[in-house]
Protein backbone atom coordinates (compact mmCIF):
# COMPACT_ATOMS: atom_id res chain seq x y z
CA UNK A 1 0.00 0.00 0.00
CA UNK A 2 1.35 3.80 -0.67
CA UNK A 3 1.97 5.58 2.02
CA UNK A 4 1.55 9.30 2.60
CA UNK A 5 3.90 11.69 4.40
CA UNK A 6 2.24 13.35 6.74
CA UNK A 7 3.63 16.80 7.36
CA UNK A 8 6.99 17.72 8.83
CA UNK A 9 6.25 14.97 11.13
CA UNK A 10 8.98 12.53 9.02
CA UNK A 11 6.20 9.76 9.24
CA UNK A 12 4.62 7.86 6.28
CA UNK A 13 1.47 6.81 6.73
CA UNK A 14 -0.92 4.86 5.47
CA UNK A 15 -4.17 6.14 3.81
CA UNK A 16 -6.54 4.68 5.85
CA UNK A 17 -5.79 4.93 9.83
CA UNK A 18 -7.84 2.93 12.55
CA UNK A 19 -9.53 4.73 14.59
CA UNK A 20 -9.65 3.03 18.25
CA UNK A 21 -13.07 4.42 19.70
CA UNK A 22 -14.78 1.17 19.24
CA UNK A 23 -12.87 -1.39 21.13
CA UNK A 24 -12.53 0.98 24.22
CA UNK A 25 -16.30 2.59 24.97
CA UNK A 26 -19.46 2.23 23.89
CA UNK A 27 -21.34 5.11 26.21
CA UNK A 28 -22.01 8.61 25.22
CA UNK A 29 -21.05 7.87 21.28
CA UNK A 30 -22.07 9.66 18.04
CA UNK A 31 -22.74 6.80 15.91
CA UNK A 32 -26.04 5.62 14.52
CA UNK A 33 -26.24 2.71 15.61
CA UNK A 34 -25.12 0.93 19.51
CA UNK A 35 -22.52 -2.14 20.03
CA UNK A 36 -21.38 -4.27 22.42
CA UNK A 37 -17.82 -3.91 23.39
CA UNK A 38 -15.28 -6.89 22.14
CA UNK A 39 -14.02 -8.94 24.70
CA UNK A 40 -9.96 -9.20 24.72
CA UNK A 41 -9.19 -11.80 22.08
CA UNK A 42 -11.50 -10.53 19.53
CA UNK A 43 -9.70 -6.47 20.39
CA UNK A 44 -6.40 -9.01 20.23
CA UNK A 45 -7.29 -10.08 16.38
CA UNK A 46 -8.93 -7.17 15.18
CA UNK A 47 -5.62 -4.89 16.08
CA UNK A 48 -3.33 -7.72 15.01
CA UNK A 49 -5.40 -7.94 11.79
CA UNK A 50 -5.60 -4.13 11.43
CA UNK A 51 -1.37 -4.49 11.49
CA UNK A 52 -1.42 -7.10 9.40
CA UNK A 53 -3.49 -5.10 6.16
CA UNK A 54 -1.00 -2.79 6.13
CA UNK A 55 -2.47 0.67 8.04
CA UNK A 56 0.60 1.53 10.01
CA UNK A 57 -1.48 4.51 11.90
CA UNK A 58 -3.56 3.75 15.12
CA UNK A 59 -5.69 6.72 16.82
CA UNK A 60 -6.54 6.54 20.50
CA UNK A 61 -7.56 8.68 23.32
CA UNK A 62 -7.61 8.45 26.87
CA UNK A 63 -10.92 9.57 26.81
CA UNK A 64 -11.98 5.97 24.50
CA UNK A 65 -12.02 4.20 27.69
CA UNK A 66 -10.32 0.83 27.44
CA UNK A 67 -8.71 2.09 24.06
CA UNK A 68 -5.35 2.91 24.99
CA UNK A 69 -4.28 -0.62 27.47
CA UNK A 70 -5.86 -2.69 25.15
CA UNK A 71 -3.76 -1.36 22.14
CA UNK A 72 -0.38 -1.70 24.59
CA UNK A 73 -1.64 -5.02 25.81
CA UNK A 74 -2.01 -6.22 21.87
CA UNK A 75 0.40 -4.52 20.08
CA UNK A 76 3.57 -3.87 22.29
CA UNK A 77 5.46 -6.75 20.52
CA UNK A 78 4.87 -4.88 17.30
CA UNK A 79 5.73 -1.31 18.62
CA UNK A 80 7.87 -0.80 15.39
CA UNK A 81 5.19 -1.73 12.85
CA UNK A 82 2.65 0.99 13.54
CA UNK A 83 2.37 4.91 15.25
CA UNK A 84 0.43 5.70 17.64
CA UNK A 85 -1.88 9.02 17.81
CA UNK A 86 -2.95 9.52 21.04
CA UNK A 87 -4.80 13.19 23.09
CA UNK A 88 -4.93 14.95 26.14
CA UNK A 89 -7.26 17.19 27.72
CA UNK A 90 -10.21 15.11 27.57
CA UNK A 91 -11.03 11.82 29.84
CA UNK A 92 -14.19 9.75 30.41
CA UNK A 93 -15.75 8.48 33.45
CA UNK A 94 -18.92 7.13 34.49
CA UNK A 95 -20.53 8.43 30.95
CA UNK A 96 -19.31 11.83 31.14
CA UNK A 97 -16.52 13.88 29.72
CA UNK A 98 -14.80 16.37 31.45
CA UNK A 99 -12.09 18.32 30.62
CA UNK A 100 -8.76 19.89 31.77
CA UNK A 101 -5.91 21.57 30.01
CA UNK A 102 -3.90 22.66 32.84
CA UNK A 103 0.05 21.69 32.32
CA UNK A 104 -0.17 19.28 35.36
CA UNK A 105 -3.09 17.67 33.93
CA UNK A 106 -1.95 17.61 30.21
CA UNK A 107 1.58 15.92 31.78
CA UNK A 108 -0.19 13.72 34.12
CA UNK A 109 -2.39 12.71 31.47
CA UNK A 110 0.54 11.97 28.94
CA UNK A 111 2.44 9.92 31.41
CA UNK A 112 -0.56 8.00 32.07
CA UNK A 113 -1.26 7.21 27.91
CA UNK A 114 2.51 6.05 27.80
CA UNK A 115 1.97 3.68 30.62
CA UNK A 116 -1.23 2.03 29.21
CA UNK A 117 0.05 2.15 25.54
CA UNK A 118 3.23 0.35 26.63
CA UNK A 119 5.70 2.55 25.37
CA UNK A 120 8.62 5.54 25.70
CA UNK A 121 6.85 7.58 23.30
CA UNK A 122 3.92 8.65 21.22
CA UNK A 123 4.31 9.93 17.67
CA UNK A 124 1.63 11.87 17.62
CA UNK A 125 -0.11 13.99 20.69
CA UNK A 126 -3.30 15.99 20.26
CA UNK A 127 -4.95 19.15 22.14
CA UNK A 128 -8.40 16.60 22.58
CA UNK A 129 -10.86 20.08 21.90
CA UNK A 130 -13.89 20.37 24.14
CA UNK A 131 -15.21 22.86 21.19
CA UNK A 132 -14.11 25.84 23.00
CA UNK A 133 -10.82 25.93 20.57
CA UNK A 134 -9.91 29.57 21.00
CA UNK A 135 -10.18 29.70 24.97
CA UNK A 136 -7.52 26.52 25.38
CA UNK A 137 -5.34 27.93 22.44
CA UNK A 138 -5.06 31.14 24.18
CA UNK A 139 -6.01 31.37 27.84
CA UNK A 140 -4.46 27.68 28.59
CA UNK A 141 -1.01 27.21 28.49
CA UNK A 142 -1.51 23.49 27.01
CA UNK A 143 0.47 24.67 23.70
CA UNK A 144 3.43 25.72 25.52
CA UNK A 145 2.85 22.15 27.26
CA UNK A 146 2.76 20.36 24.58
CA UNK A 147 5.59 21.89 23.22
CA UNK A 148 7.74 21.21 25.89
CA UNK A 149 6.85 17.48 25.96
CA UNK A 150 7.67 17.08 22.08
CA UNK A 151 11.46 18.69 23.61
CA UNK A 152 11.56 16.27 26.17
CA UNK A 153 11.29 13.36 23.65
CA UNK A 154 8.02 12.19 25.01
CA UNK A 155 6.09 13.15 21.58
CA UNK A 156 7.64 12.96 18.12
CA UNK A 157 5.02 15.24 16.80
CA UNK A 158 1.83 17.76 18.56
CA UNK A 159 -1.01 19.31 17.16
CA UNK A 160 -4.74 20.02 17.80
CA UNK A 161 -7.41 18.06 17.07
CA UNK A 162 -10.27 20.75 17.69
CA UNK A 163 -13.89 21.68 16.68
CA UNK A 164 -14.27 24.69 14.49
CA UNK A 165 -12.45 26.72 11.33
CA UNK A 166 -11.10 29.60 13.56
CA UNK A 167 -9.23 26.83 16.00
CA UNK A 168 -7.53 24.84 13.33
CA UNK A 169 -6.58 28.27 11.52
CA UNK A 170 -5.09 29.24 14.94
CA UNK A 171 -3.27 26.06 15.51
CA UNK A 172 -1.51 26.29 12.57
CA UNK A 173 1.08 28.79 13.67
CA UNK A 174 2.35 25.81 16.15
CA UNK A 175 0.73 22.32 15.28
CA UNK A 176 2.87 19.60 13.80
CA UNK A 177 -0.51 17.62 12.64
CA UNK A 178 -4.21 19.03 12.55
CA UNK A 179 -7.06 16.72 13.11
CA UNK A 180 -10.44 17.65 11.33
CA UNK A 181 -13.71 16.75 10.26
CA UNK A 182 -13.83 16.87 6.86
CA UNK A 183 -16.68 15.11 4.57
CA UNK A 184 -19.03 14.99 1.79
CA UNK A 185 -21.72 17.17 3.46
CA UNK A 186 -18.79 19.21 5.52
CA UNK A 187 -16.39 21.30 3.74
CA UNK A 188 -16.09 24.13 5.68
CA UNK A 189 -12.32 22.57 6.92
CA UNK A 190 -11.10 22.82 3.37
CA UNK A 191 -9.38 25.95 3.42
CA UNK A 192 -7.29 24.81 6.57
CA UNK A 193 -6.74 21.83 4.42
CA UNK A 194 -5.06 23.81 2.55
CA UNK A 195 -3.43 26.24 4.54
CA UNK A 196 -1.74 23.46 6.70
CA UNK A 197 -0.89 21.81 2.89
CA UNK A 198 1.22 24.62 1.97
CA UNK A 199 2.97 25.23 5.82
CA UNK A 200 4.25 21.70 5.56
CA UNK A 201 1.41 20.67 8.64
CA UNK A 202 0.10 16.92 8.51
CA UNK A 203 -3.57 16.61 8.21
CA UNK A 204 -5.68 13.97 9.36
CA UNK A 205 -9.34 13.61 9.28
CA UNK A 206 -11.82 12.28 11.73
CA UNK A 207 -15.62 11.94 11.14
CA UNK A 208 -15.18 11.24 6.97
CA UNK A 209 -17.90 9.03 7.14
CA UNK A 210 -19.61 11.33 8.43
CA UNK A 211 -20.31 8.63 11.69
CA UNK A 212 -21.33 5.94 9.52
CA UNK A 213 -24.01 8.52 7.49
CA UNK A 214 -22.26 8.36 3.79
CA UNK A 215 -22.05 5.97 1.57
CA UNK A 216 -17.79 4.19 2.47
CA UNK A 217 -16.82 4.14 -0.74
CA UNK A 218 -17.59 7.59 -1.85
CA UNK A 219 -16.58 8.83 1.63
CA UNK A 220 -13.01 7.52 1.17
CA UNK A 221 -12.69 8.19 -2.72
CA UNK A 222 -13.51 11.95 -1.59
CA UNK A 223 -11.67 12.41 1.34
CA UNK A 224 -8.31 11.34 -0.31
CA UNK A 225 -8.93 12.28 -2.97
CA UNK A 226 -7.58 15.79 -1.57
CA UNK A 227 -3.42 15.29 -1.85
CA UNK A 228 -3.19 17.42 1.42
CA UNK A 229 -5.02 14.66 3.92
CA UNK A 230 -2.29 12.33 5.17
CA UNK A 231 -4.84 9.96 6.76
CA UNK A 232 -8.67 9.18 7.17
CA UNK A 233 -9.24 7.71 10.49
CA UNK A 234 -11.88 4.95 10.25
CA UNK A 235 -12.93 3.51 13.49
CA UNK A 236 -14.52 0.25 13.33
CA UNK A 237 -15.01 -3.35 14.64
CA UNK A 238 -14.86 -5.40 11.38
CA UNK A 239 -11.61 -6.15 9.17
CA UNK A 240 -13.69 -6.68 6.56
CA UNK A 241 -15.06 -3.17 7.11
CA UNK A 242 -11.60 -1.52 6.81
CA UNK A 243 -10.69 -3.99 3.67
CA UNK A 244 -13.22 -2.29 1.91
CA UNK A 245 -12.29 1.17 2.95
CA UNK A 246 -8.35 -0.19 2.12
CA UNK A 247 -9.93 -1.28 -1.84
CA UNK A 248 -11.44 1.61 -2.78
CA UNK A 249 -8.58 3.83 -2.05
CA UNK A 250 -6.72 1.56 -4.58
CA UNK A 251 -9.94 2.09 -7.08
CA UNK A 252 -8.95 5.75 -6.91
CA UNK A 253 -5.87 5.67 -7.46
CA UNK A 254 -5.93 7.81 -4.22
Do not use: C
Not at 107 to 117: N, P, T
Not at 119 to 130: K, M, P, R, W
Not at 170 to 181: R, S
Not at 199 to 218: N, T
Amino acid sequence: MDRRRLGRTGLDVSPIAFGAFKIGRNRGTKYLHGYDLPDDEAVDRMLNGVLDLGINLIDTAPAYGLSERRIGRALSHRRSEYAISTKAGESFHDGRSTYDFSSSAIRRSVQQSLERLSTDVVDILLLHSNGEDLAILKETDAVETLLDLRSAGLARAVGFSGKTVDGAYAALAWADVLMVEYHLQDRSHEGVVAEAAAADVGILVKKGLASGRLDPAQAVRFVLSNAAVGSLVIGSLSLDHLSDALAAVQRAGA
